[in-house]
């Protein structure tokens, strides 16, 4: 049992605003913040997920100097909690624990915000969380590293009383940011960047955006930071958490599939390279999914049945965790360009899907609308005719529902039919 004094003491250490201390706040990623404080001023529990290092703690401290700065609120009427604290395993009841000593030494009177970063460490957090909630003393943030967060059990304890906030790690132009390059809102100011741009695209490609792995100078560091990232997030967040036994079968499956993410595969097919029975597949896939490391993306069809006699395909949540601890190779080039597009998409709030005829389509949306936008990747800009044509047959097929056919590529901008044909970086960089 942890003495009150080293509680409180780990509590001072935790929360340096209430000295009236400076506290980092890292390169602002826009596209969070505000949603955070839209959903965070409804009342709601605001819950941030997303896989292991992805920036979820820098946007709470983010979340916390706009209230203290930008609200004027009393910094002590703030409570940030980092759940994988020491201190806190060996207490019985450290939620509970942490928050008397809070409302005894620091902060008594209610509605103050409670900002508990990797909750998901912490025992029946769920439980708690909804009765605090129900009581409507405080104002709740949340955040966590697997969608255990997110699960049937926690869905029906907090159903209806939290707004979600996906995490990913960086997106382009928050890349750029971490590279000191804001990208320009004008055609001409962006064309002038060009080239710039490009290059940091290509690192992108590679790297990825795991923050602190952008900012890590040495090649040879960044791949050992995300090993160890990779390491850490299937033991904590798969292993763990789904007490996985047979851990060689399933470490043999996640190599296959990121090795080769975005290709078309059939269980059986997994099966058969792989010697493991169907409905392990099936489990250790929807482990990773939880785990926000890997996607699952299933054959488009209006019909359930037919989504799922098809095969399926695979993405990964980063293109630097991908080929870190993957089989990969020169070629692959096209697999991380796609990849990169998926990921843009997800955080754009799609679902995408894929399509499959004559021809091949890499993504399908559903629009808000009921209309469907085809995508297609192929980054050259000698732009294969299959990949026209099977963004044509598509719109032959689904005729007037097809609002949007986008084919994106390295380097060519231009409009053929109803087909916008347009380059990566610029895609990246604008909200198509």
């Known amino acids: 049992m942890t003495d009150t004094p080293d509680l409180m003491e780990v509590l001072v250490s935790l929360n340096p605003w209430w000295s009236g201390k400076d506290f980092g706040t890292g390169v602002r990623r826009k596209r969070y913040s505000s949603k955070i404080r839209k959903y965070y001023a409804t009342g709601e529990i605001v819950v941030l997920s997303g896989v292991r290092r992805s920036g979820k703690t820098t946007l709470l401290y983010q979340f916390i100097h706009d209230l203290i700065y930008g609200q004027n609120i009393d910094p002590r009427s703030i409570l940030f909690v980092n759940c994988d604290e020491p201190a806190l395993a060996r207490l019985d009841r450290p939620l509970e624990t942490v928050l008397d000593i809070y409302r005894r030494e620091v902060y008594s009177q209610e509605g103050a ?205 980063d293109n630097g965790l991908r080929n870190a601890v993957s089989f990969t190779f020169s070629a692959d080039v096209g697999r991380g360009v796609e990849n990169l597009v998926y990921l843009e998409l997800r955080r754009r709030g799609h679902d995408p899907y894929y399509w499959k005829k004559g021809g091949e389509v890499d993504f399908v949306l559903k629009n808000a609308d009921n209309t469907l936008s085809a995508v297609n990747v192929t980054y050259t800009d000698t732009i294969p005719g299959r990949e026209m044509d099977a963004l044509r047959e598509f719109a032959d097929v689904f005729g007037a529902k097809v609002k949007d056919q986008v084919l994106i590529t390295k380097d060519t901008e231009k409009t053929d039919g109803d087909i916008r044909c347009i380059p990566l970086w610029k895609w990246l960089l604008g909200e198509e």
Request: net charge negative; proline share 2%.
């Open 113 to 317: 915000c409670l900002v508990f970063d990797e909750i998901q460490n912490i025992p029946e957090w769920e439980r708690w969380v909804k009765a605090v909630y129900d009581r409507k003393q405080f104002q709740l943030v949340i955040s966590g590293s697997s969608s255990c967060l997110l699960d049937s059990e926690v869905s029906t304890l907090i159903s209806g009383r939290y707004l979600s906030v996906p995490v990913y790690p960086l997106d382009f132009s928050e890349y750029l940011l971490f590279q000191e390059v804001e990208a320009g809102t004008d055609p001409i100011a962006l064309s002038s960047q060009k080239y710039e741009i490009l290059e940091h695209l290509r690192h992108y490609l590679h790297e990825g955006g795991f923050p602190q792995v952008v900012r890590q100078s040495e090649e040879e560091v960044k791949k050992d930071q995300l090993r160890a990232y990779y390491d850490s997030i299937v033991y904590r967040d798969i292993v763990q958490v789904n007490e996985v036994r047979n851990q060689r079968a399933m470490s043999d499956l996640l190599f296959y599939l990121m090795t080769n993410i975005t290709s078309l595969y059939s269980y059986q097919q997994l099966v058969q390279v792989l010697g493991i029975e169907v409905g392990t597949i099936k489990e250790y896939i929807r482990y990773a999914e939880m785990a926000k490391v890997l996607f699952e993306v299933r054959f488009f069809s209006y019909s359930l049945k037919t989504q799922a006699r098809n095969n399926k395909k695979i993405y990964c949540i």
